[in-house]
Nanobody
Framework: QVQLVESGGGLVQAGGSLRLSCAAS????????MGWFRQAPGKEREFVAA????????YYADSVKDRFTISRVNAKNTVYLSMNSLKPEDTAVYYC????????????????WGQGTQVTVSS
């Protein structure tokens, strides 16, 4: 199993940028595909982005495509979500996730979750 801890959330104005980090521990980080989900008040948790074990493949929700970038540095056991051109509708709790493949994470199959970090985008 792997334990995940997110950081980097906060308050940002619309149009601004923010980078989230997720630090993993418990096993070899490169054994896991990684992803990000988010959950806004009154809404279901939704897929945001996923990255393969090597970082060679990435997937994005249509709502964040061309604005968000997922990346990883396996030597640091860390996955990142760089968010640009933020919109108020991006406001949510963002959760880091680990799974067997980027594709399975995209489909909602997750082995481990982080505790979440709040991102608030003001208008």
């Amino acid at each position: 199993q792997v334990q995940l801890v997110e950081s980097g959330g906060g308050l940002v104005q619309a149009g601004g940028s923010l980078r989230l980090s997720c630090a993993a521990s418990g096993r070899i980080f490169s054994s896991y595909a990684m992803g990000w989900f988010r959950q806004a008040p009154g809404k279901e948790r939704e897929f945001v982005a996923a990255i393969s074990r090597t970082g060679g493949a990435t997937y994005y929700a249509d709502s964040v495509k061309d604005r968000f970038t997922i990346s990883r540095v396996n030597a640091k056991n860390t996955v990142y979500l760089s968010m640009n051109s933020l919109k108020p509708e991006d406001t949510a709790v963002y959760y880091c996730a680990a799974g067997s493949s980027a594709w399975s994470i995209r489909d909602g199959t997750v082995d481990s979750w982080g505790q979440g970090t709040q991102v608030t985008v003001s208008s």
